[in-house]
């Protein structure tokens, strides 16, 4: 790999998982001073040669999604100022995936807008991690590579080899989602259908799939607020589930997430490092955090190599 080449970059919101991805590839993290103005306004400045290589940001929209985001645009261009190569915006949590269509009158496609923020800014292609809706990629006219972090959640579930699974999702738009992890399982499926009462607030009205005796492991991109999550817990054991385990990508836990699942009936939560993990979270004994450094890493030097990335699809 041409490291001269190649430049990975951080931005201020989790540079943990930059600095790993950097020690799998063996490259320096790239030097760039951010600081902040009295008014809340970012600073961002290049501390070293960028011109002709290809670049890397890493910055995940977590808390406060605002700042990450511009932060992001930022450097992104920053760089392309400074006569970076190509410029991949590398986006472990995507913010607004959530808000991707008009599902309401007189509403944003949020997740649109930031695609276009994205290219404007000067990013010449993006790596995505467990999109909230696939269809997002569409939203780009640069290329899109959607990595997935299933192979990681799935794995350290078949190292549990829990008899009696069942996969659950815990809404409909999360069936294929679920469907995936079964079958690298081989185990059953279920769908809890729910309804939203409002904004963070859903109620689950009926479970399709059989569960009673068995083990459920409830699977989903986000945490939020852990509303859905917790009463999907509930609504499993109403139904004979004999244990609850839960497999979520990011882990946003906003609110009273935290108190929520410990209070709940919830065995193990896993969780991967796409966002770092609230101080009061990393306390709590029955959330577990799985790393997608070497995931992301391996995305970024197929990029790089211009090799295919289609192996980290599956």
Sequence with gaps: ?????????????????????????????GQVELSTFADGECYIQILENVRGTDVFVVQPCSQPVDFHLMELLLMIDAFKRASARRITAVVPYYGYARQDRKDKPRVPISAKLVADLLETAGASRALLLDLHAPQIQGYFNVPVDHLFASPVLVEHFR?????????????????????????????????????????????VMHLIGEIEGRAALIVDDIVDTAGTLVKTAEALREQGAERVFAACTHAVLSGRAVERICQSSIEEMVVTDSIPLRAEAAKIGKIKVLSVADLLARGIRSIHEESSISALFL
């Excluded at 540079?15 to 063996?26: S, V």
Aim: proline residues 7%; aromatic residues 2%; contains cysteine.
């Design 159 to 203: 190292q549990k080899d829990l008899p009696n699974l069942t996969v659950v999702s815990p809404d409909a738009g999360g069936v294929e989602r679920a469907r995936g992890f079964a079958k690298k399982l081989d185990v059953p499926l279920a769908i809890v259908d729910k309804r939203r009462v409002a904004m963070d607030q859903t109620e």
């Design 1 to 29: 790999m041409a490291v001269d080449k190649l430049k990975i970059f951080s931005g201020r919101a989790n540079p943990r998982l930059t600095e790993a991805i950097c020690g799998i590839l063996a490259t320096p993290v």
